[in-house]
């Protein structure tokens, strides 16, 4: 059985190497739509796969993280990203640079962190994130299963080395939130939300 969630958020970034010099070379947006596929082949004491309630904590606050932020690639040049972080309240910094497809991967691993430290407490089983799908565009998309996600030759991303500024962390209800999930601290879904 398979799920759908679907989130919005509103992101800047440059994406250097791309043939397209607007892209490239200059700062520019997308509204997003990012779509996670949950599956799973038991449902909880609801009849569920998982409870999309249950999204809307650490899932929701890691995606809404991009909202309204710059999202930069640690390889880009010294003085942008010094320049970008000093005149951004919201940022998040990648390994790898911000395109559609590094966005995909990027969103399900760390869903992928999220369910594996998560404490089930209706019987949820066997609950894995199937793909995540990103709209850069009305008319384009990235789609990004387990074999992308982890595939080095597509760059290899090191869930320690994404960064969010404090400007993002002070919104999340937990500030350590990204840190607790990386020690592999569990998190405890609620039993009612």
């Known amino acids: 059985m398979r799920i759908r969630k679907l989130y919005r958020f509103e992101n800047a970034h440059i994406v250097r190497g791309c043939s397209s010099r607007r892209c490239s070379e200059s700062i520019h ?11 799973s082949d038991h449902l909880d004491r609801g009849q569920m796969v998982y409870d999309f309630g249950l999204t809307k904590l650490t899932i929701r606050e890691l995606i809404d993280s ?3 932020a710059i999202t ?61 799908i990103v709209h850069e565009t009305r008319s384009g ?9 982890h595939s080095p030759q597509m ?25 607790r999930l990386l020690r592999g601290e569990k998190i405890i879904n609620p039993t009612k939300i």
């Open 155 to 179: 760059g290899v991303i090191e869930l320690g080395s994404i960064q969010f500024s404090d400007g993002v962390r002070d919104e999340w209800s937990d500030p350590s939130l990204w840190e």
């Open 72 to 132: 930069l690639w640690s390889g880009d040049d010294p003085d942008y990203l010094r320049d970008m972080k000093r005149w951004s309240r919201r940022w998040v910094e990648l390994p790898v640079s911000p395109s559609a497809e590094q966005y995909a991967r990027v969103i399900f691993l760390m869903v992928e962190l999220v369910l594996a430290n998560t404490v089930m407490v209706n019987k949820e089983k066997n609950v894995t994130i199937e793909s995540v």
């Open 29 to 39: 947006g997308h509204s997003y739509e990012v779509e996670l596929i949950f599956a």
């Open 141 to 149: 998309y990235a789609q990004a299963f387990k074999e992308d996600a």
């Open 66 to 68: 991009f909202d309204h």
